[in-house]
Each structure stands twice: as C-alpha cells, then as structure tokens.
C-alpha cells in the first residue's frame, strides 16, 4: 500500500473491517487531500460497489450514473434503470444479497453531497438503505467520502431524521503534518533539509495533491518557481478552482478569506461584518463554520475574553500565499524575486507562527506537558499615545497553572538573544502578566529554525528553547 503517514486513519478504518457488525464510516475533508486515494487503498481487496456523485447534475443523470456503475459490477441480467433512489437502492441491496464472499464488502460513495439534488429523495433512500438492510448484517462497511464537509456534518452525522446516530464511525481527513509531508516527500524519492520542509509547507501546507508535483533533485527556489511563479505552473490557477468546487457559493467564501488574509491575528465576527460588508444572521454563521470545518479558519479563544471576542484566524497556508504573493503575480515572477523583499520576512514569520499552532501537539510533547489541557492563542496589545503597544505570537495557556510564552524566529541562522531584546522580552512578559492579570507561572520559550546561541541573556531569560525539528516529532 503506497500512502504515507495516515497510521491513525489507516488504523480506524481497518478495525472496521474486524469489528463483527455492519458499519458505516464518513470521511470527510477539503479538496484536494486525497480522501478517495486513502479509501480506494485500504480497502482496495474488499470494494465491491464504487460511485461516485456527479458535479451539478440532475436527479436523472445520478441515478443513469449509479445504474451505468452497477451494471459494470454486476453480472447477468441486467437490471431497468432506476427512476428513484429507492429503487436504485433496492436494485444494490438485490446485488449484495447474491454476493457469497465472507469477508466485509466495502460500498463506497464518494463525493455524496452531489447525489442529494432538489427533491431527490437520496438521503431517505440512503437512511432505507442503511437502517433496513446494512445494520441488520454483519459484512457490511459503507463508506461516505466529500469534500463539502460541512455538508457531511449536517446532513449526516448530526441528521436529525432517519440517519440521527447511524454513522458509526466518522474521520476528518486533515492534511499532512511536518513529519508526514517529510515521509511523502520520501516516498517521492525528495530528499530536502528540514528548513526547506518547513518552507514548502509554509507555503502550501501538508496537501498530498499539491506535494505530488515536488521534484527530487530540486532546490526549494526552483520547486516553488515550478508550482507558482512559471507560465505554466501547477497552482496559478488552483485558488478559484479550491474555492469554487467546495462551495456553492464560493465568492461569499473568498470574501471571508480575502479579510481575514488581510490581518495575521484573525477578526472578530463583528470585524469581519464590517470588512465583507455581508449581512449578519444565519447565513453568515454557516459561511464561517463551513470554512472552519474544511480547515481554513481556525477559532481563536483569547485570554479573559467573552464569545464576540472570538478570532477567526486564517490559518490556510495557500490562501495565505496566495494572497501575499500570487494575487499580483505580474509584480512576483520568481521565487528568488520574493526571497529578497520585506513582504517575505512579514510573510516567514505569520506562515512560522501558523505552522506552530498546526502542530501545537508536537509542541507540547517537546515540552513534555501533553497530558495537560492547554488553551492556545496569540496576544496582542494595542498601542496608545503614551504606549507603543506589544504581542505575543504564541502563548500555551496551560491547566496546571502554568503558562508558556512561546518567542518563534525562523531565522537561517542561528539566534543570538541581545541584552536589549532580552530587556524587551522581560517587559513584554510583565505587560501580559499585569493587562490580563495572571497569576500562574510564566516560562518564556523560545522556538527557532536553527537553535539559539546561549550566551549570559539567553540563560538569564529562557526557561525552554525548540527548534524546528521537534515540530517533525511523530505522535
């Protein structure tokens, strides 16, 4: 089997295949983190149904997709074409019924939202489906797979009809972390240093289907020239393809994100209203949970805040680049062009800090608190006339009345902590501890991409110092 890292996924899903019951798995995730592929090759010795919904299509042209995929599985004689899902559904449950094998048989359907059109009837007949002939068998796996997760969410396992508790099992397919992109990028024979990892993950995430086009013998510059910055780039035009086949309303979608990637700390509900300009209600709710769901948001709790001061923080790595640095691609047109401008540092040090709370798991093992309930956040203080303001990129607000104040560089060399950054350090800690009155312990941390020279301030200051490879940490 030819996937990388996913041991968890891996796992569940093959424990489904020994459990002595029927059961019914929903995966779900955005596109493209190669949901199907996982499917297919885990259970590629026992599926023995494979449909997959048709992008926009009516009712009609779903059931002659589901009958033409039947008919290809089925042997003699050939079943009418189906003029409800009921019926299409009795039609797969006739076929099942004539199946002698002893092992678990695998339905799989994938990209499910798009069977259920308008007055289609195709959840009542899934629900018919599964409570009537499924789960009164004991060799059944029925997988559902879309990346309209949210989707997934509502109609399935939160439903609150015939499906309300049926899923037996559900998995949010994430993309890759720092140690399984390193382990895809194996598998592709690229051999890159850890900085150069992080980097490219920086700039389009853990993605599977975006990783697959990395070359080996290549340095990072000419991997994302080949990506980005060329004529004929893979990504150029992936941003309003990403948007458009996850949402119907995707322009709304691309709003939200385009405000939010204008502020690295994130936007209260309220701020993001004034921003896009939308209207306030339900509507707006939906917008932001899905975009959450498909892990392009990321819900911030600051400290000693009430619920409308909730952060929305955009938390994607290519919308990110996207929108720093490929929306005016005529002004970029190579990797080397983008390295040596101010954007880029901005850019370094709000991709670093996003990566750091993606992998706020293997942190927190580094640190050996894994076992503690922790709350993460950033911190921000405004400036006044009187006062320039400070913030604080990463805080582990901890439950055993510890807090870590995480310092993240990702600098190319090696950091020196000054006598005045060290002073600066102090201050900002103390401001934290008395603006939101803390009383727990305070350890600053600090998190770099080559280590830390320490020297009198560093032993003076830090409690706890990181560097990039505890992020490749494997759970």
């Known amino acids: 089997m030819k996937v990388a890292g996913r041991g968890v996924e891996i796992k569940k899903m093959r424990n489904l295949q020994e459990n002595r019951q029927s059961e019914f798995l929903a995966v ?17 010795q026992n599926i023995i149904f494979e ?61 499910i939202a798009w069977f259920e059109t308008p007055r289609s009837g195709f959840l009542a007949a899934l629900d018919n489906f599964w409570n009537q002939f499924c789960s009164k068998r004991d060799d059944i796996v029925l997988v559902i797979c879309g990346s309209a997760a949210s989707w997934i969410i509502d109609k399935v396992i939160n439903n609150r009809g015939g499906l309300h508790n049926r899923v037996t099992s559900h998995i949010r397919l994430l993309p890759f972390t720092l140690n399984e992109t390193k382990d895809f990028l194996k598998m592709l024979k690229v051999s890159l240093t850890l900085k150069d990892i992080a980097t ?17 013998g290549q340095s990072i510059a000419q991997i994302l020239d080949e990506l980005f910055f060329k004529p004929q780039a893979n990504l150029k ?17 691309v709003a939200i994100v385009k405000a939010l990637a204008t502020k690295n700390k994130g936007l209260t509900r309220n701020q993001l209203l004034t921003a896009t300009e939308l209207a306030s209600g339900g509507g707006f709710s939906i917008l932001l949970n899905e975009l959450v769901a498909c892990g392009f948001v990321k819900i911030i709790y600051p400290i000693n805040k009430t619920k409308e001061d909730l952060l929305y923080r955009l938390i994607d790595e290519f919308s990110i680049f996207y929108y720093k640095f490929l929306i005016n691609s005529k002004a970029n047109n190579s990797w080397l062009h983008v390295y040596n401008t101010q954007a880029y540092k901005i850019w370094t040090g709000y991709a670093f800090e996003n990566m750091c709370f993606k992998h706020i798991l293997q942190i927190k093992k580094a640190l050996g608190i894994s076992g503690i309930i922790s ?42 902590l ?41 032993l003076s200051t830090i409690t706890n110092q990181l560097i990039i490879d505890d992020l490749f940490i494997n759970l």
């Not at 490219?200 to 080996?216: E, H, Q, R, S, T």
């Not at 901890?398 to 060399?413: A, G």
């Not at 401001?431 to 770099?448: A, D, H, M, R």
Request: aromatic fraction near 12%.
């Open 200 to 216: 490219l993950y920086m700039a389009i995430g853990g993605v599977p289907y975006y990783l697959k086009d990395v070359k080996a």
């Open 237 to 253: 035009n992936e941003f309003k393809n990403l948007y458009a086949s996850l949402f119907k309303n995707s322009d709304l979608h």
């Open 375 to 416: 709350n993460e956040y950033s911190w921000l203080q405004k400036g006044t006339q009187s006062d320039s303001g400070t913030q604080i990129d990463f805080i582990i607000d901890r439950n055993d009345n510890c807090i870590n104040v995480l310092e993240l560089k990702f600098y190319d060399t090696i950091f020196e």
């Open 51 to 111: 449909c997959s919904g048709l992008h926009q299509k009516d009712t009609k042209q779903q059931l002659e997709n589901f009958w033409l995929t039947l008919i290809e599985t089925k042997t003699s004689p050939k079943p009418e074409l189906p003029k409800t899902w009921l019926q299409a559904f009795s039609l797969l449950k006739a076929h099942l019924s004539q199946l002698n094998k002893p092992q678990k048989k695998v339905i799989f359907l994938d990209e």
């Open 418 to 458: 000054t006598k005045n950054y060290s002073q600066q350090l102090g201050e900002k800690v103390q401001i934290f501890k008395e603006k939101n009155k803390v009383k727990k312990n305070v350890f600053i941390t600090l998190l770099t991409a080559n280590g830390v020279k320490k020297n009198q301030y560093y």
């Open 28 to 44: 779900y995730g955005r596109r493209p983190i190669c949901k199907t592929y996982l499917i297919r090759e885990v259970y590629k």
